[in-house]
């Protein structure tokens, strides 16, 4: 995987031209964006911070894919709260304001030489351009992605065309494998072989990179999850998106967002992330 050092942070200084709009499930929106500068400067596994509206919330949004010669990048939104809400309703041909990026370190491998992506609900836009790049160097890959049901199931043709193996998932066995992301990964990684070539990598939910973890740490098999804390400028400046791992305090948008699963203190990140719940609470009700 490329070593070169990530790009400063772009800001175009214009609204942004949404050319794009497809739904992937009825929550979940994927947006092709008119963004050249950032587009040429983006690498697997960064993101950008958006904002919708003047006045509005800054978010962070994964960049699931991106196109230099074309200048556009992709996002996959999923509506869980206001500002995402008002994200999926955007229409094609409409702007969003601001889109500052690339933001954080790319992907890096640590040791392997293959790789399993575990990818949970719209986790698995963010694993397509990571995997992706790793095809690309001639890594070999895999994907076990999973959802509730087949309907919400997203990108399974896409990681199939970058990917040896898909492996889906359901809770309730409508498409693949009836279970858990981690009872799958679980399965494959007692007959993969050999142990020491494999790396995982997981983005989703905190609750299943959390679970992945502790499944990896079992097989001894290196792990990275990309975390999503609350972040306000991306720059590391407000503090609000500090983790710790290994012990250390991070900045997710600035040392991040790709950690090392096994050293990830997740109980601080579940609790830093339910911080704001009450006044998220009150804002969709707004």
């Not at 995402?84 to 409409?94: D, N, P």
């Not at 969003?96 to 954080?104: I, S």
């Not at 690309?136 to 994907?143: H, K, L, M, N």
Request: with cysteine.
């Amino acid at each position: 995987m490329a070593s070169a050092e990530p790009a400063h942070p772009i800001h175009e200084g214009r609204s942004f031209k949404i050319l794009k709009k497809e739904r992937l499930t009825p929550a979940t929106h994927r947006f092709l964006i008119e963004a050249p500068w950032v587009a040429q400067a983006a690498k697997p596994g960064q993101f950008v911070i958006v904002r919708v509206r003047e006045g509005g919330e800054r978010i962070p949004v994964t960049i699931a894919d991106f196109d230099a010669p074309q200048g556009t990048v992709t996002v996959v939104v999923q509506e869980v709260g206001r500002t995402s809400k008002l994200f999926g309703a955007l229409q094609e041909g409409q702007e969003v304001l601001d889109l500052v990026g690339p933001l954080g370190e790319p992907f890096r491998l640590m040791r392997g030489k293959r790789v399993i992506g575990v990818g949970g609900g719209f986790g698995a836009a963010a694993l397509y351009p990571l995997l992706r790049g790793l095809r690309q160097a001639g890594v070999p890959t895999e994907a076990i992605i999973g959802a509730r049901n087949k309907e919400l199931l997203i990108l399974r043709d896409e990681l199939s065309s970058v990917c040896e193996l898909v492996m889906p998932c359901t809770d309730d066995g409508s498409v693949g494998f009836k279970g858990f992301v981690t009872d799958c990964l679980k399965q494959r990684l007692q007959v993969v072989q050999p142990l020491g070539e494999i790396e995982v990598v997981a983005v989703g939910p905190m609750p299943m990179m959390r679970a992945v973890a502790a499944v990896t740490a079992e097989f001894h098999v290196p792990t990275q999850v990309s975390l999503d804390p609350i972040m306000v400028d991306g720059t590391g400046m407000c503090g609000g998106c500090r983790v710790t791992v290994g012990g250390a305090s991070k900045f997710a948008c600035v040392d991040g967002p790709m950690f090392d699963a096994h050293q990830v203190d997740f109980d601080e990140c579940v609790r830093r992330s339910k911080m704001y719940r009450s006044e998220e609470q009150l804002s969709n009700a707004a």
